[in-house]
């Protein structure tokens, strides 16, 4: 709907998207910026209210936008720009029923989120979440070199490990990023399931083969498809990068843990509902697995110290991994190390996000092709 004659088009930002992008909007005298004053999340009230007649908006993930934000907004909504690359806190239906664009986030925090995956997976293998909370509660070990305290699996193969899967619940460029890195420390398999739906990707097995194989240092000998109980069974370390929503809610449940190696690592950079957290919690207690990284949990930011999962790290007696003989019998941890949802937040990509959300945003309104929009 066009506005009147003389009448600024207004573009609602529900988060301070810090000076550089923000004067960038300001700049633009044909627009009436609105934006959430407050220094934490935005409320929906205020939300409901000021998108009212809006042309634009720049949201968070943690902004519902829903049928009632839409009834809201009215006919002059062209544009919801999300600042993430996830969009599950969008209603795609509500959306693409009144013809309004999603910008998102894509691409520019691969690098982010896969180099946290990769800190995951060490931080849980080897104990740091522990180390640091012991140095910093002034309980440095008094282990005297003990040679098994503190000890965890080797991310890198081994003479007694001499190969090392990673495996991925989701082989997006997030993942396929983060393999780069695995390939670094001599991963030498690598295993991944996608969307059942999709048929296997010949052509993107054969490039990754290609690609790893030709380089000096790779070890890399397989990049594979597989089915979930294959995944589950077969890697040491386990990312899981895929989206969120009903069709990926729980798959990692209990059943999926039970058939895990006892010293892999489950490491989560997505979304917390992929993973169920009272099975994961079991998982641990129970010694099924080694180890969880987790950037992500369901219920978050609801997540307290009482939640099963915050709870880990304790103090179990860990007996028998196939390396280390039965005499070795040591009290060990079992670890869980969680961040509140950081993997992408470094300084420059996430400059980058509120830049290209900010320029999604102003696309939209100017019905120009948007630099990433999501194709609804
Ligand atoms: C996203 O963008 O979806 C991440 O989860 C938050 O940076």
């Given at each position: 709907m066009a506005n009147a004659p003389g009448q600024r088009r207004k573009l609602v930002v529900s988060r301070d998207l810090g000076p550089d992008t923000m004067s960038l909007l300001y700049a633009r005298e044909d627009l009436e910026i609105v934006a959430w004053p407050e220094d934490r999340r935005c409320e929906r009230s205020w939300l409901l209210e000021k998108i009212a007649g809006a042309t634009g908006a720049i949201?968070?993930?943690?902004d519902k936008i829903d049928e009632e934000f839409f009834e809201r907004a009215g006919p002059s909504l062209k544009v919801v720009?999300?600042?993430?690359?996830?969009?599950?806190?969008?209603?795609?239906?509500?959306?693409?029923?009144?013809?309004?664009?999603?910008?998102?986030t894509p691409d520019i925090l691969t690098d982010?989120?896969?180099?946290?995956?990769v800190m995951l997976a060490l931080m849980a293998g080897r104990n740091a979440g522990e180390g640091v909370t012991l140095v910093k509660e002034g309980k440095w070990p008094n282990f005297h070199f003990a040679p098994f305290f503190f000890t965890g699996p080797q991310l890198s193969p081994t003479p007694l490990s001499p190969t090392r899967t990673a495996g991925f619940l989701g082989?997006?460029?997030?993942?396929?990023a983060t393999l780069t890195r695995l390939t670094a420390f001599g991963l030498t398999h690598c295993i991944y399931t996608t969307n059942p739906a999709s048929p296997p990707n010949t052509a993107l097995e054969a490039s990754l083969a290609a690609r790893y194989n030709t380089g000096i240092s790779s070890s890399l000998r397989s990049v594979r498809r597989v089915e979930l109980d294959e995944l589950a069974r077969a890697s040491d370390v386990l990312f899981v990068l895929a989206p969120g929503g009903e069709s990926t809610h729980h798959v990692v449940n209990a059943d999926f843990l039970r058939k895990m190696k006892k010293h892999a690592v489950l490491v989560n950079t997505s979304r917390g509902t992929l993973v169920d957290s009272d099975a994961l919690a079991q998982a641990l207690h129970e010694e099924w697995i080694w180890g969880a990284g987790l950037d992500v949990v369901e219920g978050e930011p609801h997540v307290g110290a009482d939640h099963p999962l915050v709870q880990e790290p304790r103090y179990v007696q860990y007996i028998g991994w196939e390396c280390i003989t039965d005499h070795l019998r040591k009290l060990?941890?079992?670890?869980?190390?969680?961040?509140?949802?950081?993997?992408?937040?470094?300084?420059?990509?996430?400059?980058?996000?509120?830049?290209?959300?900010?320029?999604?945003a102003l696309a939209g309104i100017d019905d120009e092709a948007m630099p990433a929009e999501l194709d609804v």
């Open positions: 949201v968070m993930l943690s720009s999300t600042t993430s690359v996830g969009f599950e806190q969008v209603d795609l239906h509500a959306l693409y029923r009144r013809k309004v664009r999603l910008g998102y982010a989120v896969a180099d946290a995956s082989f997006g460029r997030i993942a396929q060990y941890f079992r670890r869980c190390v969680i961040i509140p949802h950081i993997g992408s937040a470094t300084f420059e990509t996430r400059l980058g996000m509120v830049n290209l959300a900010a320029g999604n």
